[in-house]
């Protein structure tokens, strides 16, 4: 699907690796467009009966990738958007988190099964991504994380849509606000993720989840699917997605993430003046 994403259909099993491991499995506009071309194959190919999200070892996705966000993008991949934000960052995430969010709503509304596999760590719409899965297995080694207020911004990718229909409102606000690293331990002890297997059998371990969802009733597994999601308001997902990406381009405009993606680049903590 592209040099940075790998996809792979075995057994009416589809495997989707983002192999970017030199920054984190994070997505420039490249990525993420490939990214969206193969979950809308995964999500509709009826050949593909469950399907896996999985970053190289070491690291499952960190999100936009902020040092192509820093460096102002394309000008050819920003041109549809004019006008648009200005006065910051919010064009550049724009361009991506459209391809992301597009994504996100094919997982959801996809009539099969989808497998967030974490090996490492998930933060900021890397989070978000896993949270939109139906299953997250994580290994021994695998941490959460908000991480969105680290540079100034507001969290998109669903995962605020997500986060407090997993975990409650007030563990929500304790991951948003206080912002700490879970271990995948705590994160199956708070409703964020379904379970745990050891490093060394994680692989062998999520096939065989895998491999159980594609040999029972996939329809049927669909039709469950779509009324859980009714059920718990994911109907209303993409109203979320469009209010997530409009509140995040605001944050990217702002001197908060200026200051924000300076103090990210220089390795310190960055000092927040406004209100």
Not at 60 to 75: H, N, P, T, V
Not at 267 to 274: H, N
Request: glycine fraction near 12%; aromatic fraction near 8%; charge should be negative.
């Amino acid at each position: 699907m592209g040099e940075h994403v790998k996809v792979e259909v075995k057994n009416g099993i589809g495997t989707l690796t983002l192999d970017r491991p030199n920054r984190f499995n994070s997505l420039d506009v490249r990525t993420a467009q490939d990214f969206r071309e193969a979950g809308l194959f995964l999500a509709r190919d009826e050949r593909v009966r469950v399907a896996i999200l999985r970053g190289v070892r070491g690291a499952f996705c960190s999100g936009a990738d902020l040092k192509y966000i820093r460096d102002g993008g394309e000008a050819r991949d920003l041109s549809y958007l004019q006008p648009g934000p200005g006065g910051g960052f919010g064009a550049v995430f724009k361009q991506i988190l459209e391809y992301i969010h597009s994504t996100i709503s094919e997982i959801r509304r996809a009539p099969k099964p989808f497998i967030a596999a974490v090996d490492g760590i998930a933060a900021a719409g890397g989070l978000g991504i896993a949270l939109a899965c139906d299953l997250v297995i994580a290994s021994e080694r695998a941490s959460f994380e908000w991480a969105y207020g680290r540079t100034g911004l507001t969290g998109a990718e669903s995962s605020t849509f997500f986060l407090p229909r997993l975990t409650g409102l007030r563990f929500a606000q304790e991951m948003v606000l206080l912002n700490p690293r879970l271990s995948a331990r705590q994160a199956v002890e708070a409703g964020l993720i379904t379970g745990v297997f050891a490093n060394d059998e994680f692989d062998r371990d999520v096939m065989t989840v895998a491999g159980k969802l594609a040999d029972g009733p996939v329809h049927a597994y669909g039709v469950a699917k779509a009324l859980l999601n009714q059920a718990s308001g994911g109907d209303r997902l993409d109203y979320h997605l469009d209010q997530e990406l409009e509140a995040l381009i605001r944050s990217a405009d702002s001197p908060e993430f200026a200051e924000g993606i300076r103090a990210f680049f220089d390795k310190r903590e960055p000092r927040f003046t406004g209100t």
